[in-house]
């Protein structure tokens, strides 16, 4: 078993519709969770960081985290097609021999169409 | 800032042949990691610095992968021999006091025939 699971999709909605894109991972001591964009032949980017449980919007986005059922979540608002890349999850723990390391999920692709 | 810098952007070579990758960091940032991004595994970390320090590379393959950082501005990723199997792209990424806010590079295309 895999320490981070996501379903690889593809995903495809309309545009305006609302996005969910999932992770689930087996390791309790992750503590930072972050979801990663990545386009087409580009490197991955930083979209949003969460620490801990909780909810975190920024704009059309919101990350939740749900350590409890070691379940992440993105939400996207209002999806546009400029939204369509892969969606990677990806968590650390806090420290130790492992600072520094992030697992990453496998990544979703996601279009979205006008 | 320029962000990450790789290079090359694309490298083809044929089994046996040595294949050197390089990385600029961002300007201040004092870790670097180095990924591996296939259809089948998806993005692996291979070995990460801190201040010029191999701290783990336990991502890395086999003794054919090898990494240096000789500086806070430079580090190489080298695959000798190399075989088809390496073929995948390269993510060098740098980050500032830890790993959570990392920035990727464009990444280099290696295919090995």
């Known amino acids: 078993q895999k320490e981070v699971e996501q379903d690889p999709g593809p995903l495809s909605v309309p545009e305006g519709a609302i996005v969910s894109l999932n992770c689930t991972y087996s390791?309790?001591?992750?503590?930072?969770f972050m979801w990663y964009r990545q386009y087409s032949r580009k490197g991955p980017e930083l979209l949003m960081y969460?620490?801990?449980?909780g909810n975190k919007e920024d704009g059309r986005f919101t990350a939740q985290v749900d350590k409890s059922s070691k379940y992440i979540s993105l939400f996207i608002r209002d999806s546009q097609p400029s939204d369509s890349a892969t969606y990677l999850c990806?968590?650390?723990?806090?420290?130790?021999?492992?600072?520094?390391?992030?697992?990453f999920g496998q990544g979703t692709i996601l279009t979205v169409h006008p | 800032d320029a962000g990450v810098i790789q290079s090359p952007r694309h490298e083809v070579t044929e089994m046996g042949q040595e294949v050197t990758l390089r990385c600029k960091p961002i300007?201040?940032?004092?870790?670097l990691f180095w990924y591996r991004q296939t259809m089948m595994r998806g993005l692996e970390l291979l070995i990460y610095?801190?201040?010029?320090?191999?701290?783990?590379d336990s991502g890395m393959p086999e003794d054919r992968f090898s990494a240096k950082m000789p500086n806070a501005s430079f580090s190489t990723l080298k695959i000798q021999p190399s075989e088809p199997r390496d073929s995948a792209v390269y993510f060098c990424?740098?980050?500032?006091?830890?790993?959570?806010?990392?920035?990727f590079g464009p990444g280099t295309r290696l295919l090995v025939l």
């Open positions: 990806a968590m650390s723990d806090e420290g130790g021999t492992s600072y520094g390391k992030l697992t």
């Open positions: 300007s201040g940032h004092d870790y």
């Open positions: 610095f801190n201040n010029n320090v191999p701290i783990d």
């Open positions: 969460t620490y801990s449980s």
């Open positions: 990424a740098s980050s500032l006091q830890g790993a959570e806010t990392q920035y």
């Open positions: 390791n309790s001591a992750f503590q930072y």
